[in-house]
T-cell receptor
């Protein structure tokens, strides 16, 4: 089946440092998966951070970026300078955007940003 | 401030008891999903609906889980006879055919 593997947390960084959370995927049931990063802030529900539908493209939101690399089957999340408010749990996921199918999630990476 | 409303927020049941949780999808979203997130943060897809019809579901071989999305009523997920292993966060999400998913805040079930 499909699977997503991401950096095991918690990841602890200081404010203004750079961040990378690794995500690799295996899509056996989907020829052209779409890739997503979701985030859960403390006390809030899961929300979409960014998505990329097409291989080779980059998505960005709130200073975060991720590039869909079909060759390495990766979708790493990066940010040049994190803020304390970025502390949250980040989930990489794959699915097919254009239909009503399910998402396959990674286990999540806890990010703690210290001031 | 989720547009998908899940109730109750917390649910505590004894083993063998029935557990029922509800979800009101975002207005205009005909596709509804249920996921189970366990204590290891693993997501498990349970079932999805388009309007009132089931699209996909896991093989609920134990038949303890059932779900429905009746018209003009909240969607629901019910566990007929709760077991300790059912303790988890149950997430409801909705979307249109080409929109982003909207997730609810979840119902946290504890079976004691």
């Amino acid at each position: 089946g499909d699977s997503v593997t991401q950096t095991e947390g918690p990841v602890t960084v200081s404010e203004s440092e750079s961040l990378i959370i690794n995500c690799t995927y295996s899509a056996t049931s989907i020829a052209y998966p779409n890739l997503f990063w979701y985030v859960r802030y403390p006390g809030e529900g899961l929300q979409l951070l960014l998505k990329v539908i097409t291989a080779g493209q980059k998505g960005s939101s709130r200073g975060f970026e991720a590039t869909y690399n079909k060759e390495t089957t990766s979708f790493h999340l990066q940010k040049a300078s994190v803020q304390e408010s970025d502390s949250a749990v980040y989930y990489c996921a794959l699915g097919v955007w254009a239909n009503t199918g399910k998402l396959t999630f990674g286990h999540g990476t806890i990010l703690r940003v210290h001031p | 401030n989720s547009k998908v409303i899940q109730t109750p927020r917390y649910l505590v049941k004894g083993q063998g008891q029935k557990a029922k949780m509800r979800c009101i999808p975002e207005k205009g979203h005909p596709v509804v999903f249920w996921y189970q997130q366990n204590k290891n943060n693993e997501f498990k897809f349970l079932i999805n609906f388009q309007n009132q019809e089931v699209l996909q579901q896991i093989d609920m071989t134990e038949k303890r889980f059932s779900a429905e999305c009746p018209s003009n009523s909240p969607c629901s997920l019910e566990i007929q006879s709760s077991e300790a292993g059912d303790s988890a966060l149950y997430l409801c999400a909705s979307r249109t055919g080409d929109s982003d998913y909207t997730f609810g805040s979840g119902t946290r079930l504890l079976v004691i």
